[in-house]
C-alpha cells in the first residue's frame, strides 16, 4: 500500500501531465518536489524525453522521468564510483512496468505514432493521452518514491 505522501505526489504528476507537461517532466518535478529538492530545471532536462523520447514512441516518457528522479537521488558525481544501487533502483522500476502494462514501449502501450501529427491529434481528441498516459505517470511516480524510499 502507498503511502499518502506518495499518493499525492502521483495525484501532482497527473494534475502536471493534463496541466500541459509531458510525462517525463510531469514525474520528475512531482517526485523531485516529493524529495524536497529545486525542481525549476527538471522541465528543461526532461523534456526531451516526452512522447517516449522525441515523439519517436521508444521507452515511455514516465519511465524515463522516474530513471532521471532516481539518477538525482542515488547517482554518481565522479567516474568510478558504483552504480549497482542506482541500477537496482531502475531495473526494479521497469521490472513493475513491463508486469503491470506489459511492455516498456510508448507506442505499444498507446497505439499511437506521436510522430505523425494526425495521429497525435485525433488521439487527443479521442483523450488518449488523459485516459492512458495519466496511468503510466501515476504508476511511475508511486513507484519510484516507493523504491527510492522517500
Not at 66 to 82: C, F, K, L, S, T
Request: hydrophobic share 40%.
Amino acid at each position: 500500500m502507498a503511502k499518502p505522501e506518495h499518493e499525492r505526489a502521483a495525484e501532482k504528476a497527473k494534475d502536471l501531465f493534463l496541466s500541459g507537461y509531458n510525462c517525463a517532466e510531469s514525474v520528475l518535478l512531482s517526485t523531485l518536489e516529493l524529495m524536497g529538492g529545486e525542481a525549476e530545471w527538471a522541465p528543461r532536462v526532461a523534456s526531451g524525453f516526452g512522447g517516449g523520447i522525441g515523439r519517436t514512441c521508444q521507452v515511455c516518457g514516465a519511465i524515463t522521468g522516474a530513471v532521471i528522479a532516481a539518477g538525482w537521488a542515488r547517482g554518481r558525481e565522479r567516474a568510478g564510483e558504483g552504480l549497482d544501487d542506482l541500477y537496482s533502483t531502475v531495473s526494479s522500476l521497469m521490472d513493475g512496468f513491463v508486469e503491470r502494462f506489459g511492455t516498456t514501449s510508448c507506442r505499444m502501450l498507446i497505439d499511437v505514432d506521436l510522430a505523425d501529427p494526425e495521429q497525435q491529434a485525433k488521439a487527443g481528441k479521442e483523450g488518449v493521452f488523459a485516459e492512458q498516459c495519466t496511468k503510466f505517470v501515476e504508476f511511475c511516480t508511486l513507484m519510484i518514491a516507493e523504491k527510492l524510499d522517500l
